[in-house]
């Protein structure tokens, strides 16, 4: 803004008359549009009145005319006009009628100036003659009586027809241009026209009679328009006047305006000091130029320009001002800081420019201010964003680039960050000085990068891709480049820029991450989405054989766990892992599918015979692993025939799920036991049949018809009583679609299903209601066991659900045995026994049913909290072949006695059997011996029999 104005120079004498002489013109210019407009308007009006003159007059004529012809035409008498119609031809000359109105109307030419020709006319048979004019007989336009008017048009016909005067417009004939006025002559009897009376005038002369007319009018005009001329002149030298005055008011307050107003500050300045008010009459330091300073106008008066300017700008200054002072240079301009009264620094642009064409001013000159110090800060900030950009470049993990739009990628400019990146130097790669950028990157990207390139130059979006470099110690990295083109004002390439960062931290994270989802990480294997892709991957070589998967379920494993801990279990598991990882070929691939399950990809298989000797060498191997943990499992086998295309995920899901039934059942066939089964449609139907069970006992649960769930009572026997003490409670189910279904089936699948919890209530509910019905009839209390899975009673609030129930069905707890299975071994002790306790603070016993199969022992049984032990049959069936001697059962009921339980022997059906325990001082005795399991009926008969018999 300084600039422009020292550039301007006030102190030249020409610029003000150069405005003036800009704004004169102006004005001038406006004043002679408005001249213009005035005449244009007068001359328009002028027009518009001369028209109205010019109808006016035409139409008095017309009416003088017409007149003049409607008082002649009735000197014509109808009788002799007939009579020369009659004899229109040459007798008519003879005619005293036709001499008498023949000199009439050569009269009436020669008396009246105005009127050319004079006649009469008539019509007959559709033809218009000229019964006499006014002109003599020998004249060239006479016309003889009876001559057929040949120009005669549709104007002089109109008035034969309507009988009205009628005058035409300018009209040409043989002999001129004529305005015509015809007087239709009528017989008044019949009201016919039998003649016309016409009068002509030339045209010229009719025209030049109506100007003349106009003349008064034209002078008229002409003396306002003289009138107006010097009204505007003496109008535009008063408003010339009153501009002249009002300027210098303008001028007054458009500098008081401008001075007091002016971002910028301005004052008037005499040598070293500031002029003051006293000495001009007005302010000479402008409000900007104090505000700047922080000083008042008052102030400035007080102190020189010298003494307020910072030390470590003065000499500049003073050197500055010297030379202006000397007439060296015209003025001068410099950045420079000022002290404030507190002290503080101001940074300025000033200008330095000296005043002309005032009186007894010489030595003035003007001093602008612009106050810079927001820039100056702005400077500084700039400065610290370069440093701090420079920084960052220089510590970019990666680099910034500039280059050209070619092949080489012929760098422009390189950052700092590029021998870390590369093992360059930038200058090794500007203008490709040692190496061409293209030659660092992967050749497999070459031709990928170009076009990429050139995609995002056409689209006009930012360029971002990943590729691979290779740096001067050949060492390969992944980079990531972000950057876009850089064009001109034609649209054209002018270079491009961005950055390259080193994303091989990532790259090698993402390769970690690519590895964790396609591998378990415990075993290293590939995982099941792994095989998942390899079935839908597969080639057309490889469907031309036969493929099969072969599942080997090792589930049971998971009871390591919970006898011998996690650890334990996933280092087997890891053993099992790497024993069948040496039965991989080219042609078999091993994949850890689920929990506990592995499943072999066989690409190629020629027979059956083939997978089952293959199915026994995985058998061996895992056999060795896990035969000290007495550990078995199950494999299972699906076939893929020839042809078979797995590239649908529907299709591979329907194989993953055949595995899985499958291997199942391998498992649960025979679980002491390695079993092989291949998958037939009959494990389909198994599955359908667990689906329908399935679905039904959900229905139960809901509590529809729940008589399908019913229980059956078997009786034990106190021995040393001989009475039935106790009954257990067995359930039963009946499907209405498969008819009763053992417990050995539909108890796993309720457990498997979670259905085990509310069915279990719904058994308890029914034990607990025959019991109550039961003690009713009783002369003495009977007991009842009910068993309860462990799924059931490790569920959060067993306790107080359980205790709830028996209190509202008005059970006692001393007369209820909650039986529990071996299996409750396999799962965590302290968990089952805070359970256990929970119960037994209330009264109630605790069995453990099936005592010394599977993982139950003494030594385990020690660690459970229990009252009762009751004893497998398998060892009461042994009772019948082994000898007294070599049988344990009486050393268990001893050895339960010392631990204080009480003993329970089930599946007794011989009275041998019965009779060896009773000697061994067991009990209770159960089984088939003492009674079946019997429906609710018959135990209450076998009670009431059992008091009858006392």
């Known amino acids: 803004m300084l600039e422009v104005a020292m550039n301007s120079n006030p ?44 109808s006016r007059h035409r139409q008095e004529t017309r009416m003088e005319a017409i007149q003049l012809a409607e008082s002649l035409g009735s000197i014509f008498h109808v009788e002799h006009i007939s009579s020369i119609s009659r004899e229109a031809d040459g007798a008519n000359e003879q005619n005293t009628d036709y001499q008498l109105y023949k000199r009439n109307l050569m009269q009436l030419k020669e008396t009246t100036q105005d009127i050319d020709f004079a ?92 100007l003349v007319k106009m003349i008064p009018d034209v002078v ?58 006293r000495e001009t009459g007005h302010s000479t330091v402008n409000p900007m130029f104090q505000s700047i300073l922080g000083r008042s106008e008052k102030e400035l008066e ?118 870390e990146l590369t093992g360059y130097h930038p200058d090794d790669l500007v203008q490709n000085r040692r190496v061409a950028f293209n030659q660092l990157i992967s050749p497999r990207y070459h031709r990928i990068l170009w076009e990429e390139w050139n995609q995002a130059i056409e689209q006009e979006r930012p360029f971002r891709s990943e590729y691979e470099i290779i740096t001067a110690g050949g060492e390969r990295k992944w980079v990531l480049e972000v950057g876009e083109g850089v064009l001109n004002a034609r649209g054209e390439v002018e270079a491009l820029e961005g950055i390259i960062l080193d994303i091989t931290e990532r790259k090698q994270m993402e390769e970690q991450l690519r590895y964790q989802s396609e591998h378990d990480l415990w075993t290293t294997l590939y995982n099941r989405r792994s095989l998942e892709r390899r079935l839908k991957e597969e080639d057309d070589e490889s469907l031309r054989h036969k493929r099969a998967l072969i599942a080997i379920n090792v589930s049971p494993m998971q009871l390591l766990s919970m006898i011998y801990g996690f650890d334990y279990s996933q280092k087997a598991l890891k053993s099992v892992a790497n024993v069948l990882s040496s039965l991989c070929t080219k042609d078999r691939e091993l994949y850890y599918t689920y929990e506990y399950r592995f499943v072999f990809y066989v690409k190629k298989v020629e027979s059956r015979e083939e997978l089952e000797e293959f199915t026994q060498e995985i058998i061996k191997k895992v056999k060795g692993v896990l035969a000290s943990d007495r550990i078995n499992g199950g494999i299972g086998a699906v076939e893929i025939e020839a042809r078979q295309k797995t590239d649908s995920s529907e299709f591979v899901d329907e194989l993953f799920q055949q595995l899985l039934i499958v291997s199942e059942q391998a498992v649960q066939s025979n679980e002491k036991e390695w079993q092989v089964l291949f998958f037939n449609e009959q494990m389909t139907e198994t599955i359908q049949r667990e689906e329908v069970l399935i679905q039904e006992m959900e229905d ?18 106190d021995v040393k009583s001989g009475r039935i003490s106790k009954f257990e409670a067995l359930a039963r189910f009946h499907s209405d679609a498969y008819g009763f279904i053992s417990p050995v089936e539909f108890i796993p699948l309720a457990e498997r299903t979670r259905l085990i919890i509310p069915l279990g209530w719904l058994i308890l509910q029914k034990a607990f209601k025959f019991l109550c019905e039961l003690n009713e009839k009783a002369e003495q209390s009977i007991a009842m066991n009910a068993n309860i899975s462990v799924i059931q009673l490790l569920k959060t609030d067993f306790i107080e659900e359980f205790i709830d129930l ?126 079946k399991p019997m429906a609710k009926e018959e135990a209450e008969d076998l009670i009431t029999d059992q008091w009858t018999e006392k």
């Open 119 to 210: 006649y009469l006319l008539a019509e007959r048979n559709g033809e218009v003659l000229i019964l006499m004019d006014s002109e003599p007989e020998d004249s060239p336009k006479y016309s003889p009586p009876g001559q057929i008017y040949e120009e005669v048009d549709s104007t002089v016909k109109e008035p034969f027809e309507t009988g009205e005067t009628v005058i035409t417009d300018p009209v040409a004939d043989r002999w001129g241009n004529w305005v015509s006025v015809l007087v239709p002559v009528v017989d008044e009897a019949t009201g016919e026209t039998i003649a016309l009376f016409g009068m002509d005038y030339d045209a010229w002369e009719w025209k030049e009679g109506i």
């Open 806 to 931: 028996m209190q509202k069905m008005g059970v006692s707890a001393e007369n209820i045995t909650v039986e529990l299975t071996e299996s409750v071994f396999a799962t965590n002790l302290a968990d089952v026994n805070k359970v256990l306790e929970g119960l037994r603070s209330y009264g109630v016993q605790v069995a453990i049913d099936d005592f010394g199969t599977g993982y139950s022992s003494l030594s385990r049984e020690r660690d459970l909290h229990v009252d009762c032990l009751k004893i497998d049959k398998s060892f009461i069936d042994r009772l019948l072949i082994l000898d007294r001697k070599q049988t344990i059962v009486g050393d268990i009921i001893s050895m339960g006695h010392k631990m204080g339980h009480q003993v329970v022997a089930e599946g007794v059906e011989y009275e041998s059997q019965f009779d060896y325990l009773r000697e061994s001082g067991c009990d209770l005795i159960q089984g088939y011996y003492i009674g």
């Open 220 to 277: 008229v005009l002409i003396s306002i328009l003289l009138l107006s001329g010097l009204f505007l002149r003496m109008r535009n030298q008063q408003n010339e006047l009153k501009r002249l005055s009002k300027r210098l008011g303008y001028d007054e307050a458009m500098f008081r305006g401008v001075f007091n107003q002016a971002p910028i500050g301005i004052a008037i300045m005499e040598g070293p000091r500031f002029v003051t008010k």
């Open 700 to 717: 139960v649960a809901k509590g529809n018809r729940t008589d399908r769930l019913y229980l059956l009572f078997q009786p034990l026997l």
């Open 302 to 419: 007080n102190v020189e320009w010298r003494t307020i300017t910072h030390p470590d700008d003065l000499p500049e200054d003073l050197d500055q001002y010297e030379k202006f002072r000397k007439g060296e240079i015209p003025g001068y301009s410099m950045e420079k800081r000022y002290v404030r009264p507190d002290g503080q620094s101001v940074w300025t642009y000033m200008v330095v420019s000296r005043l002309t064409d005032l009186p007894d001013s010489s030595n003035l000159h003007l001093c602008l201010l612009q106050d810079i110090s927001a820039r100056k800060e702005a400077e500084a900030v700039l400065e610290e964003s370069e440093r701090s950009k420079s920084l960052l470049l220089s510590n970019l993990p990666g680099m910034a680039y500039r280059c050209k739009y070619d092949w080489h990628w012929t760098m422009l400019f390189v950052s700092d960050g590029c021998y």
């Open 11 to 54: 102190s030249n004498p020409h610029t003000n008359e150069n405005d003036n002489r800009n704004t004169g013109s102006r004005q001038g210019k406006s004043k002679g549009k408005k001249v213009a407009s005035f005449v244009l308007l007068f001359l328009l009006l002028s027009m518009i009145f001369l028209g109205f003159s010019w």
